[in-house]
Nanobody, 119 residues
Framework: QVQLVESGGDLVQPGGSLRLSCAAS????????MAWYRQTPGKQRELVAG???????NYAVAVKGRFTISRDNAKNTIYLQMNSLKPEDTAVYYC?????????????WGQGTQVTVSS
């Protein structure tokens, strides 16, 4: 059974930092592309940052230069280091895994972790 478990969400003041973690189990982590998405009420879930199996990263324009995604294949874990947080970063953050199979790509989601940026 595939599980993605996020942690690290919290209430933080503007300008502060947080590090989110996503621990994966039940999948071959090293061959899975991983990503962080976020969602606020009434809006579609949006891509925040992604990282390929080879370590290539991509970021949403809104977070580029402030957020850093990384992966540790030995620990089956990805991270999202978030610096210079802004109130508009407030959202539920979801971990995403995309696993290639012979039948196509299978996508998995975590349960989400709340990040609130407020003074």
């Amino acid at each position: 059974q595939v599980q993605l478990v996020e942690s690290g969400g919290d209430l933080v003041q503007p300008g502060g930092s947080l590090r989110l973690s996503c621990a994966a189990s039940g999948i071959i982590f090293s061959v899975s592309a991983m990503a962080w998405y976020r969602q606020t009420p009434g809006k579609q879930r949006e891509l925040v940052a992604g990282i390929t199996t080879g370590g290539t990263t991509n970021y949403a324009v809104a977070v580029k230069g402030r957020f850093t995604i990384s992966r540790d294949n030995a620990k089956n874990t990805i991270y999202l280091q978030m610096n210079s947080l802004k109130p508009e970063d407030t959202a539920v953050y979801y971990c995403n895994a995309a696993l290639p199979t012979s039948l196509g790509t299978r996508v998995y989601w975590g349960q989400g972790t709340q990040v609130t940026v407020s003074s």
